[in-house]
């Protein structure tokens, strides 16, 4: 591997080494393989039903008033190389583009889950309530939101490159002083930066696959990326977890610093420039507020925005409160929390690799779709089982599992089909659809919490109620879509 991925590797081969060390996290480890195994069954099961299935391929209907209209072989396969695609880099240098892309994607779920586990210690250390400890992630989420508006729209005038490299660079800055903060307060605004500048790594992933990719291969490509970024969620509470054993939560910041070290290298040397100049828009700030409400305007790109940021929120719901129902409510180790966490996001990870395979039979809207209505059915189910007070270990993890599974599904379609409707202005849009999604999951993420630390209903409740706005969004919105416009 080239340098900024040995410096990767070789800090991943430390992380688990400290993991190894622990017994109590050894244990953990192996069942959380075993759990991915079964997830790899389940992956080979829905493959072999989806070939078993008849294709539907649909006709391409007219596009509705106001949407771009994009040939159907480019809805198919990735648009031929023109005006709104740059040249995708080929052999050693697509592989690395690829990591560094995944390791990007992952950035903010990696930064969040990391410290997931420690929730609990932070509230007794800095003796703040639960509540109050939630506000950091709020903060996080808000920074991220701020972030993603401000860079986005930028990138697509200076190009993706040196912004990339700049809130890298930031983000390991942030993250040091997060490990230093004397009190709740300052942690809070430290992870409020910590946001602002991780934000980058999130949009300019995303704008930069918008540059290379459109349609199928753009959700194919999106799935593919959370091979990486979908590791994120099943590594970073186990890390969390293990470096508990041995240290404060103090220590999670500082590996995250060291992390975003590592992604500054690895951005400098793993990221061509795929925006290049003649393409960069050159107009003033007002031209700029002015395609942000043109966006805004457009039914079809907002509706597959506000679905996605309806089950982003939904999934927050579930990150923020997860810790203290696992441990407070079901009387869950940090350990055994960690290996659940992991295994929820093991099957996140696998559903987002069966979603690449059933693209080559399916449009990325009807496989948006099913997962939507599972997520709806799974949730339902949940906040009854909760709310009517049958609150055990078996049947809540069983919900949970499917419902964030299924997620896999949904997180690689949404932004294949809302980036695909603006081709000439990816950064913009990729601002778009990450602000609206990071500032739904920061509105949320204190809600999960507002009954206490006793009880699951107020997460079981919100999960069932986002997802539910989610589907009717999707159904409203979205209505009308040709079967392969933007596809």
Known sequence: MDTPLELGNA?????????????????ARSKAFAALRASELAAFVCETIAVLVKKHPASPDPAPTGAPRIADENARTDAPRGADTAA?????????????????????????????????????????????????ITACLLGIAVGQL????????????????????????SSL?????PSMWLLIAARAGQGLSGAAGIVLANAIVGDLHRGRGAARYFSRLWLIGGLAPIVAPL?????LQFATWRVVFGLLAAGGAALTLAATFGVPETHPRERRSRGSLMLTLRLLGSLLSHRLFMGYVLTGALMFAAMFSYLSDSSFVYQDVLGLTPAAFALVFGANSAGQLVLSQVNGRLLRSHSPRQLLGVALAICLAASVALALLVTTGATSFLPVTVLLFAFVATLGMVNPNVPALALTLEPGHAGSAAALLGVTQFACGAAI???????????????????????GAGVLVFLTLTRGAAPFDAE
């Open 150 to 173: 401000v860079i986005g729209p930028l990138s697509d005038r200076w190009g993706r490159r040196q912004p990339l490299i700049a809130g890298m660079t930031a983000f390991a800055l």
């Open 11 to 27: 800090f991943g081969i430390s992380v688990w080494a400290a993991l190894f060390r622990s017994r109590a996290i050894g244990r």
């Open 88 to 136: 995708a880099p080929e052999g050693r240098r697509a592989v690395l583009l690829f990591l560094v892309l995944g390791a990007l994607s992952g950035i903010a779920p990696f930064s969040i889950d990391t410290y997931l586990p420690a929730l609990p210690s932070i509230s007794r250390e800095l003796s703040a309530s639960a509540s109050t400890v939630q506000l950091t």
């Open 445 to 467: 993420a204190p809600l999960a919490g507002i009954g206490g630390n006793g009880t699951a209903a107020p997460m079981a409740l919100l999960i069932a109620v986002l997802s």
């Open 177 to 181: 002083l997060c490990a230093l903060a």
């Open 239 to 243: 890390v969390g977890g293990a470096i």
